[in-house]
Structures are given as structure tokens and as C-alpha cells.
């Protein structure tokens, strides 16, 4: 944990030397104990260097910076919501903390504390990540507590909630459908990588590979999908989607495989090439790696740079060449215990 790295030099009061002087602000990595666990963070620490002798401080701003970088990495290993990623879900329906409290049917402060120092739970986690993905859901709790906003304020927030039900509310039923269709695969085990599925993330790959690799198309898209988590699975016991995948004749398919082409990081795009429809996939924003762990960019990089000039035709081919498809017959599921006998990427 001995992560130390100077982030800037600032002019500030230096309680050591009693003087206003330039100091430097350094970050690291350490640990805290978080409700009964041990989490790694990062802190800010102020470092004296005229001080012979317990040159380290912090101001009650950096104390509780510190204290809610640990409490997110709890968060984070429970798989809540962030402080900073609740705050972006009221701004984007540009509420103020009261007002979302108040929307939710919470006491006014609740919003507020999850903000800034108290982790929720995950019954209220589930409810702050609905308003986000399902706007009409937040239309119904509007118009249930429309007792507790100004009629001006109530049809402001209602125009930009029905405006935020038009940019994403077929997404959020995209979505839907496809959870139905994993109903039977909810827990985790050898058909799914022993994970649930993982819409989010199976959004970024997508993302990934349509950025990173060129002339991209459907089929040759859902073969790198398919390496991707094989090749996570044999290296760490798990999926990165949690995606099923079944024997089909182009190779190994998933489940509702139309509908993940509906996901926000691709666009598809209608060829016509020799006398026949091609489906060419386009990434439709830059792509944050922060949203990878390394091992995940390590393999999801392995993956691109084994397949990035193979056509499709020849994708196809290399997957049936693979124990997890020859082993298995026309629409059976393919476990991962068998596709993690891999052949070797390079």
C-alpha cells in the first residue's frame, strides 16, 4: 500500500510552522475499516518538508474527503451506488437533494446524508438506481407527493422528467426484455460464468470493441463477446457479463442476442454487401476504461488483438475449432466449464 504520488503545491497555513507557506498535497493508498471491513482507498494528506517531525496533516475538508473516498469503496465492493454517482442521478433530473427526498417519499435530509456521509441500503440502492433507469417510475412518485411542490415547480419537474421518459424510456423496456429472458439463469453457475447478468457492463465491452475494432459486424461482434468471457472465466472462475450462449450455426450465440444490439454504446447500420445485408456495429460514445478492472482491459485487449483482421467468416471458423462447440449439439447451452478449455489467444 505504499502508493504515494504528489498531486499539487499549494499556499496554505501550516500548522507546524505556524506560517502561510507552499506545501505540497500528496495521495495514497491505504485502508479503513468500514462496517466491520477492511477497504482499500485513496487518501490526501498535507506534507510539511520544513518540519523536522510528524510532517503529515489534514484539514476537516481533506478528513472528510478521506472518509467518504473509504465509505465508496465499501460501496463499491457491495455493488451501491457511489455518493458521486447518486448526486449525477438527481442532477439529471435537476433536483435539489430536498426536492429528491421529497419526490421519493423520503424525510427531507435522507437524499443529503447519502450524498455526504451515510451509505444506504440496498432496498433504497434499489430505488435510487430505478428513478435513474426507469423515468416513468419517477413520474408516478411525482404525482403522488404533488402535494409537496408549488404548481410551477410541480410542472417543471414533470416537463423535464417526460423529457428524460423520451430519451431513454425504450431502453429501459430494451433492458426489461432482456432480463426476462434470464429469468431462469438469475443465479450464478457454469452456464452463466457463475455470475448474474451484467447489463451495464456487457454495455461497455460492447462499447470497447466497436471503438477499438475496425470493420466491425454482428456476428463477428458476439464471437469477441464470447472470447471475452470465456477467457475471464478460465483465468478468474467468473464471466464478465454473465451472459449465456447457446450452440448456433455461425458459432456460440447469446440469449436475446437482437435485443443487447439495442444497447445505448453501439449503433447498427444496415450494408448491402454482395447482394446481401451486412450489419456493421459503430461505437456511438468514447469508451472510459475506468469502467474495467486491469484484468478485464488485460483480457478484453488479448481478445481485440488476436481477432482485430480476422473477417467474419474466419471468427466463424476459428470458434468451431473450439472444444466448447464441438462438444456440444444445435441450441444446447454451452457451459463455461467446458468453453474454458480454450485454445491459447496470442
Known amino acids: 500500500m505504499n502508493e504515494d504520488k504528489l498531486i499539487e503545491n499549494i499556499l496554505i497555513d501550516c500548522p507546524f510552522c505556524n506560517t502561510v507557506h507552499s506545501i505540497d498535497k500528496r495521495q495514497r493508498k491505504t485502508q479503513a475499516i468500514i462496517k466491520g471491513e477492511v477497504v482499500d482507498y485513496s487518501e490526501f494528506y498535507f506534507l510539511c518538508d520544513k518540519s523536522e517531525e510528524d510532517n503529515e496533516f489534514v484539514s476537516g475538508l481533506l478528513l472528510e474527503q478521506n472518509l467518504l473516498s473509504a465509505k465508496n469503496a465499501y460501496r463499491i465492493n ?36 447519502y450524498e455526504s456521509k451515510t451509505i444506504q441500503d440496498e432496498t433504497y440502492d434499489r430505488i435510487i438506481r430505478l428513478s435513474k433507469e426507469n423515468p416513468m417510475f419517477m413520474l408516478e412518485c411525482l404525482n403522488n407527493h404533488s402535494d409537496k411542490f408549488s404548481n410551477l415547480r410541480f410542472d417543471s419537474i414533470r416537463s423535464m422528467i417526460i423529457q428524460r421518459i423520451k430519451e431513454v424510456g425504450s431502453l429501459y423496456l430494451t433492458k426489461q426484455l432482456i432480463l426476462s429472458q434470464y429469468v431462469m439463469y438469475e443465479t450464478p453457475n457454469s452456464f452463466n460464468g457463475n455470475k448474474g447478468l451484467d447489463l451495464n457492463k456487457l454495455s461497455n465491452i460492447l462499447g470497447y470493441f466497436a471503438y477499438f475494432v475496425k470493420n466491425l459486424y454482428k456476428v463477428k461482434l458476439m464471437k469477441l463477446v464470447w472470447y471475452a468471457d470465456v477467457l475471464h472465466y478460465k483465468r478468474f472462475g ?27 454504446t453501439i449503433r447498427v447500420e444496415e450494408e448491402l454487401i454482395n447482394s446481401e445485408v451486412a450489419y456493421r456495429i459503430c461505437s456511438t460514445q468514447d469508451i472510459s476504461l475506468t469502467s474495467f478492472t486491469l484484468d478485464e482491459l488485460n483480457v478484453l485487449q488479448l481478445v481485440s488483438q488476436t481477432f482485430m483482421n480476422y473477417k467474419t467468416k474466419e471468427i466463424v471458423d476459428y470458434m468451431h475449432k473450439e472444444i466448447a462447440y464441438q462438444n456440444t449439439n444445435l441450441n444446447d447451452v454451452i457451459s463455461y466449464d467446458i468453453a474454458k478449455e480454450l485454445r491459447d489467444l496470442k
Open 238 to 264: 467468473q464471466s464478465m457479463t454473465g451472459l449465456v450462449y447457446k450452440h448456433m450455426p455461425l458459432g456460440a450465440l447469446p440469449i436475446a442476442y437482437d435485443e443487447i444490439m439495442s444497447l445505448p
Open 78 to 113: 457491495k455493488n451501491l451506488l457511489t455518493s458521486s454517482e447518486i448526486i449525477d442521478i438527481r442532477k439529471y433530473y435537476g433536483l435539489t437533494q430536498v426536492e429528491y427526498s421529497m419526490i421519493l417519499g423520503w424525510g427531507d435530509v435522507t437524499v443529503t446524508r
